[in-house]
């Protein structure tokens, strides 16, 4: 073809080629709000591997609270410890068991020791009153409580009718006395006021050597040549004493040079 054919053959029309630059640029615009889209929906991969470890560090406390690791050696002593807790818990309803099989059958019986025994009452004795007696004996036999109670009801009466005499005074041996490096010993005779005491100084015969007590001063005994022990008297024994009354001194009614005539 030559020059003139090449210049007089058609060519685009401009209404064509205005309509391929509208969509030409329609999908680059579309293109863009999907790269835009696109990159909403898809962060950057560096700032989702920053937002796992966040998420990862903050679970981890979470995690070390619910899952606690112990020791091997520990876990087996707890085990231990446990095992033996249930054994004493069983030994004891064991315990209890029988402690109610042991308490019911004897009921009656501890209701029984429990309640006091009956005791029969003791009627206390009642001294002759002083002036109601007639005068009073060489060698008469007196009860010691009676005499010791007219001392302690009149002192003053019962000097006049006591001191400086001679009489035999009868009553129970309460305990004795043997002071050290003297020879005589004492018999304390039963009364029936605790504070008031009666006590006699007797003086042993010539066949012992040397008295004293035995038995934690429960006993007299007399000691004789030979070191033979003979008894004398004990405690809640009744004597018989003869003796001359020197009155009353700090609660106490004294006889002196005192024989001990009988032991029973």
């Known amino acids: 073809m030559n020059s003139e054919n090449r210049a007089l053959a058609p060519g685009p029309s401009p209404t ?63 085990e231990r410890k446990e095992a033996e807790l249930e054994r004493l818990k069983a030994e004891l309803a064991r315990a209890k068991g029988e402690k109610v099989g042991l308490t019911q059958p004897h009921a009656a019986e501890v209701g029984n020791i429990a309640s006091p025994p009956v005791t029969a009452q003791v009627v206390a004795r009642v001294s002759p009153a002083l002036a109601s007696l007639p005068p009073l004996k060489d060698g008469e036999l007196v009860e010691a409580v009676d005499l010791a109670s007219h001392y302690r009801s009149d002192p003053a009466a019962a000097d006049l009718r006591y001191r400086k005499q001679k009489f035999r005074v009868q009553g129970e041996v309460a305990g004795f006395e043997k002071p050290l490096f003297i020879r005589n010993y004492k018999i304390i005779l039963k009364t029936l006021d605790g504070e008031m005491k009666l006590i006699c100084d007797l003086q042993p015969p010539e066949k012992f050597s040397a008295v004293f007590t035995v038995n934690h001063g429960s006993q007299l005994v007399g000691l004789m040549r030979g070191e033979t022990r ?15 009354c020197t009155g009353l001194r700090d609660l106490v009614v004294a006889l002196s040079g005192c024989e001990l005539q009988s032991v029973r």
């Open 230 to 244: 003979v008894p004398i008297a004990k405690v809640g024994d009744t004597v018989v004493v003869a003796g001359q």
């Open 16 to 78: 064509r080629c205005d309509r391929a630059s509208a969509r030409r640029v329609r999908w680059e615009r579309g293109t863009a709000a999907a790269a835009a889209n696109l990159q909403i929906l898809i962060p950057n991969p560096c700032g989702i591997a920053r937002l796992l470890l966040l998420l990862a560090s903050l679970a981890l406390p979470v995690l070390a609270q619910e899952t606690v690791t112990i020791p091997k050696a520990r876990l087996e002593e707890l």
